[in-house]
């Protein structure tokens, strides 16, 4: 479509604005629908936004992108309250489930958007993912017959001041914003980085397809294994030294050995995003807590991951070059390593 790299970032950056603006609102609606009903809203707006980008005009594909947010924000804060309901003494086996399943659906898009639209067009490629939505929709109407309203109800901007007043709710919140910069900044740039460096678009697209592979696995048991432990500090320093080694391996291999770093750093953006999720499970005690905390952790997370994209999609085209990104995403995971630390405390938010 002939985008600059920064708009590029700006279409990856839509989403988690959306993220990021609406994470605080969505106990509100839970308040007044309930969290079926609100859920099943939600996947009706993915569905929609879906159909609306894949038409071959500019405005739509960011217009459609933006509807696809609201529908993935909504769902984003709302799953965690869910474990914490339903499954409560399988928090950290629940999590993984979910979580890993999410990196099935990523792995299998980043793997054959690019075959399916050299096979057909590339407005059909987006628009197939709309019947993946609509099927998540139908899965879901048996929940639309129930409606979990909160116990209580909950003034949000006295909930997020609470919360805000947490020092606890701060680390999760930014433990969780900067990992997602991580994986959002790789989401958007490591095919192109690949490219630059001489490799083929297809295998450029399976490369970023290895690393949803093995975040799948990251996803799947690190929070199960986390949640056996009472303080989560140990795995946290694991899974970022992981992600370091990962990191520093693409900046000065070229693309030697580069599915195995591209490996290490899928597997700890899988198993960071899993351990985000399960310190909101872990880190609070009732099902309003953990939507409350959910909200605000993503509401700030979302916010600083939304700058990922675009910030590294700037420095490229200022200087016509990828080193000086993957250096700034290396040192935003050590900022991401002292957040993980302070969030995986064994503390919990109403005792703070």
């Known amino acids: 479509m002939g985008l600059s790299h920064s708009m590029i970032g700006l279409l990856t950056t839509l989403p ?3 993220f990021a603006g609406l994470s605080g609102f969505i106990l509100y609606f839970t308040q007044r629908w309930g969290i079926e009903s609100t859920i099943g809203g939600a996947l009706i707006i993915l569905t929609l936004g879906i ?8 405005p739509m594909l960011y217009l459609g992108t933006l509807f696809l947010g609201i529908g993935i924000a909504v769902m984003n804060v709302l799953l965690p309250s869910i474990v914490k309901r339903d499954f409560p003494k399988k928090s950290g086996t ?3 489930i979910y979580s890993s399943f999410m990196g099935i659906g990523a792995t299998i898009g980043a793997g054959i958007s690019v075959p399916l639209a050299k096979a057909t067009n590339w407005q059909f490629s987006l628009a197939s993912w709309t019947l993946i939505a609509f099927i998540g929709f139908l899965l879901w109407i ?11 109800t909950v003034h949000i901007l006295k909930a997020f001041k609470k919360l ?5 709710a701060w680390q999760i919140a930014f433990f969780m914003g900067l990992q997602s910069f991580i994986f959002y900044a790789v989401l958007a740039w490591l095919p192109e980085i690949l490219i630059e460096r001489g490799m083929g678009l297809e295998k450029a697209g399976w490369m970023l397809s290895i690393s949803q592979g093995t975040g799948i696995f990251g996803s799947l048991l690190i929070p199960a294994i986390a949640s056996r432990f009472h303080d989560q500090r140990s795995v946290v320093l694991t899974t970022t030294l992981i992600e370091i080694i990962g990191i520093t391996g693409l900046i000065f291999s070229g693309t030697y050995l580069v599915s195995v770093w591209i490996g290490l750093l899928g597997f700890a953006l899988g198993a960071n995003f899993g351990l985000a999720l399960l310190f909101i499970v872990l880190r609070t005690s009732t099902i309003e807590h953990t939507t409350g905390l959910s909200g605000f952790a993503q509401s700030v997370g979302y916010f ?13 085209d200022f200087t016509q070059s990828w080193a000086i990104p993957l250096y700034t995403i290396l040192g935003i995971s050590f900022l991401q390593l002292i957040a993980g630390l302070g969030a995986a405390r064994a503390k919990t938010i109403s005792a703070e």
């Open 16 to 18: 988690l604005l959306c």
């Open 51 to 58: 159909s609306i980008r894949s038409v071959a005009f500019i």
């Open 94 to 96: 629940m999590t993984s």
């Open 142 to 152: 048996p929940q639309l017959k129930k409606r979990t309203l909160p116990k209580a």
């Open 164 to 168: 805000g007043s947490s020092s606890l």
């Open 304 to 316: 600083v991951a939304s700058f990922g994209p675009i910030i590294c999609g700037f420095i490229h």
